[in-house]
């Protein structure tokens, strides 16, 4: 049985380093934990077959490091 994603948090800046998104810099959010982030945090990719998903999609450096250990 798998739980569902979490919600996607909708910010104005990336939760990392605080760079504002523009139309240039686009907001990103990492399908594990849901933060909003920059593409060069989070840029990692790994499955989530917690959530149902077996695929790669987008993560935090955050969420990648914990999964990988």
Same mark, same amino acid.
């Given at each position: 049985m798998s739980m569902d994603p979490p919600p996607f948090q909708e910010a104005s800046r990336c939760d990392?380093?605080?760079c504002s998104f523009t139309?240039?810099?686009r907001r990103h959010h990492c399908r594990c934990c849901g933060r909003t982030l920059c593409a060069e945090h989070s840029s990692d990719q790994m499955d989530l077959p917690q959530f149902g998903i077996h !695929? !790669?999609?987008?993560?935090c450096a955050g969420c990648y490091n914990d999964r990988s250990r």
């Open positions: 990392v380093c605080k139309a240039f810099r !695929s !790669s999609v987008r993560v």
